[in-house]
């Protein structure tokens, strides 16, 4: 990381008075009361300075309860809503596992904290050179790899997967991305609700014995990732 880089990085850290306090009060205050109960998980969230993963004029909003918006249409997913969705993938020591739309890298170092090793694949140039700064020093040598690609073929050269997050909203799970997990894998995403009136929906995926099943888990609302979506058709 070049010296501005790090300045930078360090200014976001110090952008409110005690952003360990705002990591405690977002453990106590907006994850254990919303159902995240694993404790890896919620060490991970309070230990991780998610300050680091937000341009430094929005790091004061790193703690809030809700998205915070980046540039290019992508979001910092909420803390309860990433929470929840990794929660869903019951991450084990050693799990490979792939994050799609990684965004600045926040849930892929979350995810490495709790004792997976994370192919992250984000396609944005901004975003995946903040990530690449932001994990810097965070985590070991060699639990964490940066891909700038595209996100919505999957990364079939690292597979099969033992967990999948796709980290935004999608109208569909590819096929392609669900055959990349191994057997027994786990796959977690938020599904576009399917018509008006409904609720988008996080949902679980499980590859098992040669199938694909989705279950529905909670209800939820992200940005879409631009990636996945449908090209829009023509008019006549």
């Avoid at 360090?10 to 306090?21: V, Y």
């Avoid at 703690?63 to 915070?68: G, I, K, L, N, R």
């Avoid at 990364?155 to 999948?164: C, E, L, R, V």
């Amino acid at each position: 990381m070049d010296k501005a880089a790090t300045m930078d990085l360090d200014r976001a850290t110090r952008a409110t008075p005690d952003m360990a306090a705002a990591r405690r009060f977002m453990v106590d205050g907006q994850l254990r009361p919303n159902k995240v109960t694993d404790p890896l998980l919620l060490a991970a969230m309070g230990d991780l300075p998610r300050e680091r993963f937000l341009p430094h004029g929005l790091a004061a909003r790193a703690y809030a309860d809700e998205d915070v918006r980046l540039p290019g249409g992508r979001a910092l997913i909420e803390p309860m809503v990433i929470a929840r969705l990794l929660q869903l993938l019951r991450i084990r020591e050693g799990d490979r596992m792939l994050v799609l739309g990684a965004g600045t890298g926040y849930a892929a170092a979350v995810a490495v904290r709790c004792g997976a090793r994370v192919t992250a694949v984000e396609p944005d140039p901004a975003l995946f050179s903040h990530a690449r700064q932001a994990v810097a020093g965070l985590l070991p040598a060699g639990v964490l790899r940066l891909v700038q690609a595209e996100p919505s073929l999957g990364h079939a050269a690292g597979a099969p997967y033992d967990a999948i997050l796709i980290e935004g909203e999608i109208p569909a799970i590819p096929a392609a991305i669900a055959e990349q997990l191994a057997d027994g894998g786990r796959l977690a995403t938020v599904l576009a609700a399917a018509e008006r009136g409904l609720s988008s929906r996080a949902v679980l995926g499980l590859r098992q014995g040669g199938s694909f099943s989705v279950t529905d888990a909670f209800d939820c609302a992200t940005l879409p990732l631009p990636q996945f979506q449908p090209a829009p058709g023509f008019a006549f």
